[in-house]
């Protein structure tokens, strides 16, 4: 963080704590599975990890082609789900991973709470 210009370093900073704030939150719980997603400027990636840090699976939007990210974001959600089924895993919780709570991350939590699969 030496190396970063002064807005950035705040801008990291806030993302940190927000993300170990978030993690506090969730491990506290003790989830027996839980999805993690990681977005980026392109892309959205979910992970479904059980309690032993073991990945059950993964799905990335990379490539799907759709007309916005949005809509990637759902056929990504799509994906998971169908693994999520197949494994016949019933409550999962959601780990936002320090990312503010809208655009993509808002709507891959809406359709996930839609299919029943976060409690």
């Known amino acids: 963080m030496q190396n970063l210009k002064p807005t950035n370093k705040g801008k990291l900073a806030n993302f940190l704590r927000r993300k170990n704030r978030v993690n506090a ?39 799907l082609k759709w007309e916005n990210k949005s809509q990637k974001a759902h056929a990504a959600w799509l994906e998971l789900a169908k693994t999520i089924k197949d494994k016949k895993i019933e409550k999962v919780v959601f780990d936002r991973n320090g990312f503010l709570y809208h655009g993509r991350v808002k709507s891959f939590v809406e359709w996930l709470r839609e299919g029943w699969i976060i409690l």
């Open 25 to 63: 939150i969730i491990k506290s719980q003790h989830p027996d599975f839980r999805i993690v997603i990681n977005r980026s400027n392109r892309y959205v990636k979910a992970q479904l990890i059980d309690k032993t840090w073991k990945i059950i699976g993964f799905v990335c939007d990379k490539e």
